[in-house]
């Protein structure tokens, strides 16, 4: 019965190879969850900064949720993609984050990763033509144990303002 | 270093004044000011030099020491300060006791003195050259390394005092350093050259031979690494399971032992077998760390990238989910068929025969359709055939065919040795089907019943004896030669060796013999020849030849017990089920029982996949023959490759108990198997459950025996087969829905990943426990062995039966235990259920404001209708229809209207940049030019121009800031009241009209007199009543039948639920109705005397006609200006149509072009809202993507041309399709009846086409679509629904037209009060005809009251063509579509037409329609509008006239056959004479049925009910009219009656 209630915005990124960036995201939550409102998942718009190297989105998050347990606390899922000069998409970086427990506003920074293509070739390939490896389930990114078995590398952060307000956890005695 | 000597010039000042010194121990920090600021003082303090020389006298012997230390801290200074923080915590203390002294002393002598320099010293100051100390010192320090840290306390008081001094000791250290350099040597002085060192790898190895011990890397032998006298152990040998090591290179291993064996008590390091001790394998499974894993091999799936190219986005609402593939469901069919028993604990014993009876019948027919021993005896016929062809050609071929006779031979033995076992097995089988058979007859005949409708019969095939002798025998004497030589063949071989051991024996003899002499000379060999006597061979025996006869005999025998004895006829078995039943009444009462005991019992089966249950068939009752069909088919939806499948065979006795009768594990379908072409399957199970029973079934694992003696005792199990099939289903497209291929492996459980079970079963016995537990029996996997210890448990697991595994499958463990709240609360909650629905935009939700904090500040009514339209959503309520079928299409009406909404929810929230970036053009420089121009113009106050009112978007509205301005002009040609003509009339003065008193009075007597009557009389007091939105306001009242009103009412708008989103507003609902009504007088003064003093009179109006206009046509319209038809009814009782009046004709004849009244109005709303563009969704098609792309040209190319002009070249049908619009034009067949009804004039049959076409209920898709999106429905479709706006009413008449044979188009045009619209249009006798489809009025073209505004293009079933003429009135454009230049064709030379097909039926079919029910109809809502007049005057007595009812029931059929024309007269004279005393008002309206309630308002609206005479009394009559398929035509006359008294 208790609620959270999140409201924010995904701010931009940074420290990204590329410009012209745009960013998928979700919000996943366990199944004692429930979606009262708002999109949980989204997209922003690209953004390709002429000033400096941060990309900025600004992208409403507004999305509030009814819950019955503490499981399955909502996470934050990003992908960062890259839309270059040919209009093609390319995927940058995959990230998550979970919301901050605490009521209040946060600024989170959610670093990001990529896959690393095996051999030479694939990198060669990504550096000329683009593209490059994906994870084949995506979910990856939030669930499973064993992520530590990818070969990845580094790529920027996401940064994220999020108001949290809870609701009831009180009752239930939840101290926050 | 230049200043420094002549620093050191002047000795006067060596003895420099003792300086105040502040702290130095920060000096380090301080900055170059602060250093200057020193340097002032200490220039200032040159003249306190004198004063001070006592002071000076005792310090120079601590002068060199303090040198130093200070040199050690200036290079601190200067390096850092590292060292410095040292000292400074040293001498901390000490320095601040210093520092208080100096201070003091300081203060003591500046006392004595003035504080300021004098001039000179000023000037010394700016000019002398302070060098800077530090570097000097710097260089100093290099030298001196040596510290004395001691005394640095001294230092502080000291410093300053010395610093001269210590300039030139510097000075003399740094001239030795340069002479250094100067005394000229060269590099070579100091540097030698050597090679570099290096010392001989022998050497090396020399030495390191004294440390270095390198053990070798031969094999130690194991008698060195076991303790002596010891053998090695190997545990293997003695059937102990020994681990497999982890492979160690021999060299490394051997290296290491002999290393270990030079070690003290090296011997323990090795274990019983001689090799060094080990754990069994001490490579973990998983490594600890994480391996960095080679990209090729052994990747989890989860982990897998896939490399992807970067690719153009085409949707952009692919959130997150997997980019690529098709990710399912998939779908897999299961259709299980039914299930027959082979075994059944309930099987009589009849019943076991016949089982067995039918196995052995089917393993015949098996036999014989493989005909084995046919095929055999062939070959045998060829193969005898060949050798005798190669016997005879044996000399000419040479040895080749010589070679391969015997291989001829043996082939025809094996070949022989096939057949008669083949012809054995027949034979027996032969044999046990007869004898099961007679076993079964003698049953029956024992029990005096049958069971079973088994009858077995034998059909004898008579054969020629003769042939079949001569064959027989021929056949045995082939065989007989060929086993003769085979014999023989044996016996040459026989004799062969006989002769060889016949050799050797003799040669051993004499050996023997030999050995005997020798035997008396040696002696000592004695044991040795014993020995040998012992095996001293026997005399081979010579092989016997085998005797003919015996042969022959023997081969006789064979073909007596196997084959068919010659002559005798050919026995074929034939089973049928034709035998009759012996019903329960003649059976024993065990049999009864056991019958019974069948009938209770019924099978059902669970489908399960991967263990879990996912469906179950329907429980079906056994049949008596032990069969049981379901045919369900089971589509399961499936994510992953199935792991397993697998049926549980479930019986059920009576109401109680359910048993497990057995599992059976259905093999995944391959990946071709796709339903449709799956065959059906028999899946053999069998059950070993006990079951005893008390009646004449035999149970099951019970043992029984068919003899009296108990002998010869069976034990059956209950067995039976399942048939099904399994497949793949194939999807829309006919894409088979199969899992991709790489999920396979994902499903098998990890455990099971590494083993090669998999290698050695295939990965589908995986699936299945049983074979993997059968397999690991076979292989005798070894238990102990840890690598299969997953295995093992697995296997235990599933072969014990008692499944650990749970069966159910939980995503998230132990959430319940956690929950805060139960389910139900959490769903209970009316604040969550109130977001979500708002969330989700449901209808009465979609724009709800504010939702409340609290749960208890919403109330349980904000649901109560949602839950209604919930729950009525599939209950068909016939209530409000009156009509089972038109409620069923209602329903499915509301379905598609609900389908089609969600669709546009959705395709609302797709944005295009143009809806969130606002782009305000720049004004280009024509447009700035222009602009100047027109401040230029002269000002013309005079004439006014048309402003442009500014639009309003949506989004800033509130509720009151829209309002709905009607401007009500005009009217014409109101009907009037007629005179009361009645001659019984006798006009009493208290109940006569008031205007009648002074008007009609006069001539009431005279009725004939009506020239002069007409002249006083007002004829008529209309005023108009508009109603929206529950507002009503009205006019003024004006007078006579061209009244003039010129007035503008004003209706506040309010948007449902407060919503102005153009989406909400395009679906209002609200009607704007216009009522034109008559204001009539009536004087009720009682008393005539107090007619002098007072007016007592009662307003009674009378309602003349009606126009209805949908908000949704103003909002798209903007504005509507113009003249509209009042809809009056066709008989209005007390009133006529002016034009009857003569004397009026005269002058007003020229307005009376046309009939009926008419209405001029202008209606709009303020502000000008913006209507909202059409819902851009791109919708399927199975249109030619070449005919898609020239209509989308055509469409552009038109609408730049006439952006206000629409054209429409391709509609969305009711499935969602895009199809092109010509191919809903096609001739079609109208109703017969129709036809027939008038066969000699065209001119009317069309009229009742047209009619019949209006009686079709209108719908207008706008407002239940919510959306400018018009769905267009195929005439058949229409039909059905008896539904639809004017496109399909135009469609279905142009159809009709077309089908009579008339040259018919469909006009897209513009029409009030309709919108845009779709109309026909018909050539009549080189006469253009414009036909109302949704009112069945037709037009000449040049009517002036033409509601048809405007044409944009016409269709046919082949072309279409756009208005290109400057104008688009119908009144003034041409409509002759062979001129390319006023209509532009689409398919013309460039384009031909390609020969669509149409989408509409060949042939409409019409259901007759149905008196009975219509007459039922007509009574039900006779009733129903009774009950509602009576409602609707709750303070007053409703008398029911029924001598009037009965007449206007007389009346009505007569007004439908003349379709509501020319009736007026007769009818109202009818009436009057009828009910001459009674003063009637009223009148019939006609309607299309639909539903209940649009009648319902039609009554209300007219306001009979409203007359509050007391003494009034009502008649209302109905009448339906049934026409082909279901359209009904409603009549509902009204009337009100006050009795003249």
Redesign the interface.
């Known amino acids: 019965?208790?609620e959270v209630h999140l409201i924010g915005q995904l701010l931009g990124a940074s420290g990204f190879s590329q410009r012209r960036l745009f960013c998928?995201?979700?919000l996943h939550a366990?199944?004692?969850w429930?979606?009262?409102?708002?999109l949980r998942?989204?997209?922003t718009q690209v953004d390709d900064p002429q000033a400096d190297d941060m990309a900025h989105w600004c992208h409403p998050l507004d999305v509030?949720f009814?819950?019955?347990?503490?499981?399955?606390w909502p996470r934050l899922?990003l992908?960062v993609w890259h839309q270059?000069s040919?209009?093609?998409?390319?995927?940058l970086g995959y990230g998550f984050c979970h919301v901050p427990s605490s009521p209040g506003c946060h600024a989170l920074s959610c670093v990001t990763w990529r896959?690393r293509?095996?051999?030479v070739t694939?990198r060669l390939?990504h550096r000329l033509?683009?593209?490059?490896?994906?994870?084949?389930?995506?979910d990856?990114i939030y669930a499973?144990a064993?992520?530590?078995?990818?070969?990845t590398e580094a790529a920027g952060t996401v940064h994220v303002e999020l108001g949290v307000l809870l609701r009831h956890f009180g009752?239930?005695g939840v101290q926050c | 270093m230049a200043t420094a000597p002549a620093a050191a010039a002047p000795p006067a000042p060596r003895s420099l004044p003792p300086v105040p010194s502040t702290s130095r121990m920060g000096f380090s920090e301080l900055s170059v000011r602060e250093r200057m600021r020193e340097k002032l003082k200490a220039a200032r303090s040159k003249a306190e030099a004198t004063l001070s020389q006592e002071d000076l006298g005792p310090r120079p012997r601590h002068l060199k020491s303090i040198r130093e230390r200070k040199a050690e801290l200036r290079l601190d200074k200067g390096s850092g300060d590292q060292l410095g923080e040292l000292q400074r915590d040293e001498s901390l203390l000490s320095s601040k006791i210093k520092f208080s002294d100096s201070v003091k002393k300081l203060k003591q002598k500046s006392q004595a003195q003035s504080d300021y320099p004098s001039a000179e010293e000023a000037y010394n100051f700016f000019t002398l050259n302070f060098d800077p100390e530090p570097e000097s010192i710097k260089a100093g320090a290099r030298k001196r390394s040596e510290l004395n840290e001691e005394e640095a306390e001294e230092y502080v008081e000291t410093h300053e005092e010395e610093q001269e001094e210590d300039e030139t000791d510097e000075d003399a250290h740094l001239v030795k350093d340069a002479d250094l350099f100067i005394m000229g040597q060269t590099d070579e002085d100091f540097l030698v050259t050597k090679p570099a060192e290096c010392e001989r790898y022998s050497e090396q190895l020399q030495k390191e031979k004294e440390f270095l011990f390198i053990p070798s890397m031969q094999t130690v032998p194991t008698s060195q690494k076991m303790p002596e006298n010891m053998q090695p152990r190997y545990l293997e040998d003695e059937g102990l399971y020994a681990e497999e090591r982890p492979f160690v290179s021999p060299s490394n291993q051997n290296i290491l032992e002999n290393r270990i064996l030079r070690q003290e008590k090296g011997k323990e390091w090795f274990g019983d077998d001689g090799r060094i001790l080990a754990l069994p394998n001490p490579i973990k499974q998983s490594s600890t760390r994480?391996?960095?894993?080679s990209?090729e091999e052994g990747?989890?799936?989860?982990?897998?990238?896939?490399?992807?190219?970067?690719?153009?986005?085409t949707a952009?609402n692919q959130?997150?989910i997997?980019?690529g593939d098709f990710q399912g469901p998939f779908q897999l069919d299961i259709d299980i068929s039914g299930l027959i028993f082979t075994h059944h604990p309930c099987f009589s014993r009849e019943h076991v025969l016949a089982a067995k009876l039918a196995q052995l019948y089917d393993q015949y027919l098996a036999r014989k359709q493989k005909n084995l021993t046919e095929l055999l005896t062939d070959k045998l016929r060829a193969l005898r055939n060949a050798v005798q062809c190669s016997m005879d050609s044996a000399a000419a071929s040479g040895p080749t065919a010589q070679q391969s006779i015997p291989e001829y031979k043996i082939e025809i033995r094996q070949t022989r040795r096939l057949r008669d076992a083949e012809q054995e097995k027949d034979r027996m089988l032969l044999k046990s089907i007869i004898k099961v058979w007679k076993q079964m007859k003698s049953l029956r005949e024992f029990q005096k019943f049958t069971n079973t409708p088994m009858k077995l019969y034998l059909r004898k095939e008579e054969v020629d004896q003769r042939s079949d002798e001569k064959a027989y025998e021929a056949e045995i004497q082939a065989e007989i030669n060929e086993l003769q030589e085979e014999y023989m063949e044996e016996y040459e071989k026989k004799m062969e060796e006989y002769k060889t051991e016949l050799q050797e024996w003799k040669s051993w003899k004499k050996a023997q013999k030999s050995k005997k002499k020798k035997k008396k000379d040696l002696r000592e060999e004695e044991s040795v020849e014993d020995y040998d006597v012992g095996e001293e061979p026997v005399k081979p025996v010579p092989p016997k030849m085998v005797d003919s006869l015996e042969i022959e005999q023997q081969v006789r025998e064979k073909a007596n017990n196997f084959r068919r004895k010659p002559g005798e006829p050919a026995l074929i078995p034939e089973l049928v089920l034709s035998g009759s039943i012996t019903p329960s009444e003649q059976c024993p009462r065990a049999e009864v029982l056991r019958r019974e005991d069948v009938n209770k019992r019924s099978a059902f089966i669970k489908v399960f996949f991967n263990s879990k249950e996912v469906s179950r068939t329907v429980t079906r009752p056994l049949s008596s023959d032990f069969r049981v069909h379901f045919g369900q088919i089971f589509n399961l939806q499936i994510f992953n490759w199935p792991e397993s499948l697998k049926l549980q065979i479930y019986e059920t006795t009576g109401m109680s108990s359910t048993t497990l009768l057995a599992e059976v594990f259905i093999p995944v379908p391959e990946t071709t198997v796709l339903t449709g072409s799956a065959p059906m399957e028999e899946i053999e199970f069998s059950s070993n459950q006990r079951v005893m029973l008390d009646h004449e079934g035999v149970g099951s694992d019970v043992s029984f025996s068919f003899e009296a003696d108990g002998s010869n005792q069976m034990t059956l199990m209950t067995s039976g087969k399942v048939s099904n099939s399994v497949s793949w289903a194939v999807g829309e497209k006919g894409i088979p829905l199969v899992p991709p291929v790489s999920q396979q492996n994902t499903g098998i459980p990890s455990a099971l990943k590494n083993i090669d079970a998999i290698a050695s079963i295939g990965t589908s016995g995986l699936t299945d426990m049983k074979k993997l537990a059968k397999w690991a029996a076979e292989t005798k996997l070894d238990p102990n062995d840890p690598n299969n210890a997953a295995l093992m448990q697995m296997i235990m697991v599933a072969s014990s039966g008692e499944a650990h595994v749970p069966d159910f499958f939980r995503?998230?463990q132990?959430?319940q235990e956690?929950?805060?709240?139960?389910?139900e609360?959490?769903n209970r909650?009316k604040r969550?259920r109130l977001?979500?629905l708002?969330?989700e935009e449901v209808a009465e939700f979609r724009n709800y404001k504010q939702v409340p904090l609290h749960e208890r500040e919403i109330s349980e009514k904000l649901f109560q209708e949602y839950e209604k339209r919930l729950h009525e959503r599939d209950v068909i309520d016939s209530k409000h229809y009156l009509d089972a079928r038109r409620a069923v299409v209602a329903n499915y009406l509301q379905k598609v209207r609900e389908s089609v909404i969600n669709r546009f929810l959705i395709a609302k929230h797709h944005f295009l940049l143009s809806d969130l970036v606002n782009e305000e053009e720049i004004p280009t420089l024509g447009i700035l030019g222009l602009g100047l121009f027109k401040l230029a113009e002269p000002k013309r106050p005079l004439k006014p121009r048309r402003k442009e009112r500014k639009k309003v978007t949506a989004q800033s509205l509130s509720d009151g800031d829209i309002k709905l301005l009607v401007n009500i002009i005009r009217a014409y040609d109101i009907p009037v009241r007629k005179p009361v003509t009645s001659k019984l009339q006798q006009p009493s003065k208290s109940s006569r009209s008031f205007n009648e008193m002074f008007a009609a009075s006069p001539s009431a007597q005279s009725p004939t007199n009506n020239v002069d009557w007409a002249f006083d009389q007002v004829l008529v007091r209309p005023f108009v009543e508009v109603s929206f939105q529950r507002t009503v306001c009205r006019t003024t009242t004006a007078e006579g039948p061209n009244p003039n009103w010129n007035e503008e009412l004003e209706f506040p708008f309010r948007a449902p639920n407060g919503d102005y989103s153009t989406h909400s507003l395009q679906s209002v609902k609200d009607e704007v109705f216009i009522n034109v009504f008559d204001e009539v007088l009536h004087d009720v003064t009682e008393d005539d005397r107090d007619r002098g003093s007072g007016i007592h009179t009662r307003i009674e109006r009378r309602w003349l006609g009606c126009v209805k206009i949908p908000f949704t046509t103003i909002y798209f319209q903007a504005r509507i200006d113009g003249t509209f038809k009042v809809n009056i009814p066709p008989v209005l009782l007390g009133y006529s149509k002016e034009k009857n009046l003569g004397i009026e004709r005269g002058y007003d004849s020229v307005r009376n072009l046309s009939e009926g009244s008419y209405i001029t109005l202008f209606i709009t709303i303020e502000p000008q809202l913006i209507p909202g563009e059409s819902v851009r969704e791109k919708f399927d098609t199975q249109e030619d993507e070449k005919l898609l792309q020239a209509a989308e040209k055509y469409e552009a190319e038109c609408t730049s041309k006439f952006p206000s002009r629409q054209c429409l070249t391709t509609v969305i049908d009711l499935s969602g399709k895009t199809v092109f619009i010509t191919r809903y034009i096609k001739p079609l067949n109208p109703p017969q009846e129709l036809l027939d009804a008038l066969p000699n004039s065209s001119q009317t049959t069309a009229e009742l086409v047209a009619r019949y076409v209006a009686l079709i209920p209108f719908l207008p898709d706008s407002v239940s679509f919510a959306g400018i999106c018009d769905l267009w429905c195929t005439s058949d479709q229409f039909l059905d629904l008896l539904a639809g706006d004017e496109e399909e009413h135009a469609v279905l008449l142009c159809n009709y037209f077309l089908g009579m044979g008339k040259k018919a188009w469909l006009i897209i045009g513009n029409a009030i009060p309709e919108g845009q619209t779709a109309y026909v249009l018909t050539l009549e006798q080189s006469q253009y005809v414009i036909w109302n489809p949704s009112t069945g009025c037709f037009y000449r073209q040049y009517d002036t009251f033409c509601p048809l505004q405007s044409v944009y293009c016409l269709i046919s079933c082949d072309n279409i063509w756009f208005n290109i003429q400057q104008w688009d009135s119908p009144v003034r454009i041409s409509f002759d579509i062979s001129k390319p230049k006023l209509w532009k064709p689409f398919f013309s030379r460039s384009l031909p037409y390609p020969g669509l097909c149409s989408v509409q039926p060949e042939e409409l079919v019409y259901q007759h329609s149905d008196k009975a029910a219509a007459v039922e109809l007509q009574g039900r809502i006779e009733k129903i509008l009774k009950e509602k007049i009576m409602e609707w005057r709750p303070r007053h007595l409703t008398r029911w006239n029924r001598y009037c009812t009965s007449t206007l029931r007389n009346f009505l059929p007569l007004l439908e056959q003349n379709q509501g024309k020319d009736v007026e007269d007769d009818h109202q004279a009818e009436l009057q004479k009828q009910l001459g005393d009674y003063r009637v008002s009223g009148f019939p309206i006609h309607m299309p049925f639909s539903e209940v309630r649009p009648l319902v308002e039609a009554v209300h609206s007219t306001g009979v009910h409203t007359i509050d005479v007391s003494n009034v009394e009502f008649a209302l009559a109905v009448y339906v009219h049934p026409y082909p398929q279901n359209v009904l035509s409603t009549w509902i006359y009204v009337a009100s009656l006050v009795r003249n008294r």
């Open positions: 019965m208790a998928k995201w979700g366990g199944g004692a429930k979606l009262l409102g708002g998942e989204g997209q509030h009814a819950t019955k347990g503490l499981q399955g899922h992908q270059d040919l209009g093609r998409t390319e995927l896959p293509g095996s051999g694939q390939r033509l683009g593209g490059g490896p994906q994870l084949r389930a995506p990856l499973g064993d992520r530590f078995r990818l070969r009752r239930y | 994480p391996p960095v894993f990209l990747i989890a799936p989860e982990l897998e990238t896939i490399y992807r190219k970067a690719i153009r986005t952009a959130y997150l997997g980019p995503l998230e132990l959430q956690f929950n805060f709240v139960s389910d609360e959490f909650s969550f977001l979500q708002r969330n």
